[in-house]
């Protein structure tokens, strides 16, 4: 069964760091563009940054130089190492695979209840979110 299990999520003072971890089952990584999205308390679903196959990556400008995005194909895993972290980087932050519904049309957004972002990205697949909290 296709699913993202995202982990390493959670409580830091500004200026420490947090490597979330994405594991894919049910498909490999190189199906996929992967990515991760952020939501805030009382914000919109937002892209932090992406992943292609050939290695090109994004970074939206908010983490641009703190933030690194890899993956690991053997372990079929995305990460997001989070460094420099500051309170406004506080979210739910979810890992997506972008392009695999373009593949696997017949497959549900998320195994499970559809996370708020789902709304927003209508054509990612999604897993059920990690929350990161920085505190001042």
């Known amino acids: 069964e296709v699913q993202l299990v995202e982990s390493g999520g959670g409580s830091v003072q500004a200026g420490g760091s947090l490597r979330l971890s994405c594991t894919a089952s049910?498909?490999?990584?190189?199906?996929?563009?992967m990515g991760w999205y952020r939501q805030a308390p009382g914000h919109e679903c937002a892209l932090v940054s992406t992943?292609?196959?050939?290695?090109?990556?994004y970074y939206t400008d908010s983490v641009k130089g703190r933030f690194t995005i890899s993956q690991d194909n053997a372990k079929n895993t995305v990460y997001l190492q989070m460094d420099s972290l500051k309170p406004e980087d506080t979210a739910v932050y979810y890992c997506?695979?972008?392009?695999?519904?373009?593949?696997?049309?017949?497959?549900?957004?998320?195994?499970?209840?559809?996370?708020?972002?789902?709304?927003?990205?209508?054509?990612?697949?999604w897993g059920q979110g990690t929350q990161v909290t920085i505190s001042s």
């Open positions: 992943i292609r196959n050939d290695g090109s990556t």
């Open positions: 049910g498909f490999t990584l190189s199906e996929s563009e």
């Open positions: 997506a695979a972008l392009t695999l519904l373009y593949a696997r049309p017949l497959l549900p957004t998320s195994r499970g209840a559809p996370p708020p972002c789902a709304q927003r990205y209508v054509n990612n697949f």
